[in-house]
Every structure is written in structure tokens, then in C-alpha cells.
């Protein structure tokens, strides 16, 4: 594996669980693997899991870690060509990435999308100049329009816990004050519409996604109807996509909050959310806290998901 961005870079996804699940019996069998090799972090925005379940992972093969909070000491960085840098950004982008790539054999990134230029962000300008220009293997630590990691880790938590072979899996959206980017929905979708499980995205209207992402899922835009005999429920918020709303938030209906009413009308569903999560807005204390809530389990499972790509990134060097 080159880069790691999306899902088709994992290759088969039976395959790629199958590894995964090898790893988390025997964290500590590859420690020669990443032995005096590099992995550089580079974060545009703030993490908990992904900054230390990834260095964790790479911390596993045995390879050495640095990290880099961009925002937070390094010089400000333009990110636009042909600009005449006579304001507050010190450094371009185009020198930072090869420098940065040539301290380092691995570069994971962080760069949400900005929300205000749907163009910008759905060509992955930021993750696909690391690419082109830092000389290294990349991969997403979430990137403006996905989040494989987190969806990866999904997956492996989802196959632990199911008790079918093809569980009905429930995205659904929940309100949240604030814009987010549609990166971890997007990328979840993705990740679904690739296994053979049965696959519904519930949100209010307006909160379309983007078809190459929807896919064939199915789209009901009654939650109550969606989440009926649901074995894993899925919460997320993600700002609007479709125009003239791109990044908005449009609406913050409690009536969409996941909770025990609405798990009742599942077939006793896992709760499943990326963290982190804003407690009675997307869901209720009963039910994150409730013996179906595998945040913890997920969250935990993004050490694997980490090492499993890193692994094969380090194979292929
Ligand atoms: C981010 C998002 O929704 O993309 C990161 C989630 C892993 N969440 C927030 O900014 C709260
Ligand atoms: N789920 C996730 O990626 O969390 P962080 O933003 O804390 O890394």
C-alpha cells in the first residue's frame, strides 16, 4: 500500500479485519518492523484519539514518532499558490512538505475540510499536496472529505460485535451546535456500502450527502422508520452538503437526539459513535452510558485500524 486516503487503498475488506484482528491477539509480533524508521504526524486541527492511538500503533512496530501541531509553533502556512505572502503566513506549503518528508519515512495527516469552498475541499487540496510534493507515504488522520481510519476502526468493532451475517447498520444524524465537516459520515458510508451488511442513512432534509458517498444505501428520512430493528446504531452530526447551504447548519432539532425511546424501537442495536460526542445533543447519558454503548471498545479498536496501516505502509517501503 502506497498512500492510505480511502477505502479502496485497504484492498479486500475480509482481508484487511483478518489482519486487523491478528494484530490486536499479538500488538507486540512486528516490533522489528518499523526499527529506525520515522513516523511524522502532522495535525491542521486538534485530536485525542487519532494523535494517541496512532502514535500508540506506530509506537507498536517499533518505529520512532514525531508530532507536529502545525497550528501551535510551527509558522503559519499558505496553502494557496501564486499568492503574494505579505500577510501573516510566514511559509508556504510547497516548501514545508518536502522538508517536512525529508525528515521522516510515514506522514500522517490531519486537515479538516474548511466548509466554505465545497470545491476546495471535495479535491482534497491539503492531503493531495502531501502526496505530490512530500517524497513519503501518506495517510489520512482525516482529511476534509473522509476519515478511513475511524471507519476502519468501525468495521473491526462492528464484525466483533455482530451476532448475524449481514447486521442492519443505521447512520444516523443527531444535532450539534456547531458546523461540522461531513468527513466521518462520508467515510462511513463508504466503508458500508463496501461490505455486504444492510445499510440506512437517517438525517432531517437538507442534510443530503454526496451520491458518490450515499451510494446504494437507503435513504429514509424518517428516523423512527430507519432505526426499526437496527443492530447497530450509528450517530453522527455533519454540516449540510447539498447548496447553497455547503457547511451550514441548518437545523439543531432535538428531536433527533439518540435516545432510550428511539433505542427501543431497534432490535436491542449497538450504540456506536466516533467520539468525540456532545452528550444530549447527538445522545443521552442513559444511552452512551447504557451496556449497548461500544464507544469504548470502537475508540479502543482505532489503535488497530492505526497499526494495520501503518504495517502495511511500512511493507511496502
Ligand atoms: C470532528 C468531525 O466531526 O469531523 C472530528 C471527529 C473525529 N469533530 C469535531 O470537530 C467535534
Ligand atoms: N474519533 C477521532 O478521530 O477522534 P479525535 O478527533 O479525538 O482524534
Known amino acids: 500500500m502506497k498512500n492510505f486516503t480511502n477505502v479502496t487503498d485497504i484492498g479486500p475488506l475480509d482481508k484487511a479485519v483478518a489482519e486487523a484482528l491478528k494484530i490486536k491477539a499479538d500488538k507486540f509480533a512486528y516490533t522489528d518492523l518499523g526499527r ?20 500508540k500503533a506506530a509506537m507498536n512496530l517499533g518505529m520512532n514518532v514525531m508530532v507536529l501541531d502545525v497550528n501551535q509553533g510551527a509558522w503559519k502556512l499558505e496553502t494557496e499558490r501564486g499568492v503574494i ?6 511559509e508556504h506549503l510547497l516548501e514545508a512538505i518536502p522538508v517536512m518528508g525529508s525528515y521522516c519515512d510515514i506522514i500522517g495527516v490531519r486537515s479538516f475540510a474548511g466548509l466554505k469552498d465545497k470545491a476546495e475541499d471535495y479535491e482534497e487540496r491539503v492531503i493531495e499536496q502531501f502526496i505530490k510534493y512530500s517524497g513519503r507515504p501518506v495517510f489520512s488522520m482525516e482529511a476534509a472529505t473522509r476519515h478511513p481510519l475511524q471507519s476502519f476502526a468501525d468495521l473491526i468493532t462492528i464484525e466483533e460485535f455482530k451476532t448475524k451475517p449481514r447486521p442492519k447498520v443505521v447512520m444516523t444524524w443527531a444535532p450539534h451546535p456547531r458546523a461540522l465537516p461531513q468527513a466521518v459520515p462520508n467515510s462511513f458510508a463508504e ?3 463496501a461490505t455486504d451488511y444492510e445499510f440506512v442513512i437517517t438525517h432531517p432534509e437538507g442534510y443530503e450527502l ?34 447553497p447551504n455547503y457547511g451550514k447548519v ?40 447504557s451496556p449497548r454503548s461500544i464507544v469504548i471498545p470502537e475508540a479502543a479498536n482505532r489503535e488497530i485500524s492505526a497499526q494495520t496501516v501503518i504495517k502495511r505502509l511500512l511493507e511496502s517501503l
Open 85 to 90: 505572502m505579505d500577510g501573516d503566513k510566514a
Open 250 to 289: 441548518i437545523s439543531t432539532d432535538r428531536g433527533w437526539t439518540v435516545d432510550a425511546e428511539k433505542m427501543a424501537l431497534t432490535d436491542n442495536a449497538y450504540f456506536m459513535h466516533c467520539l468525540p460526542v456532545r452528550r444530549n445533543m447527538i445522545v443521552t447519558d442513559d444511552v452512551i452510558e
Open 210 to 243: 454526496a451520491p458518490q458517498f450515499v451510494g446504494n444505501a437507503r435513504v429514509e428520512y424518517d428516523q423512527r422508520k430507519a432505526l426499526e430493528g437496527a443492530d447497530f446504531v450509528y450517530a453522527k452530526n455533519w454540516s449540510a452538503y447539498a447548496d
Open 191 to 193: 466503508w458500508m456500502n
Open 36 to 55: 529506525n524508521r520515522t513516523l511524522l504526524m502532522i495535525f491542521f486541527n486538534s485530536s485525542l484519539r487519532t494523535r494517541l492511538s496512532t502514535q
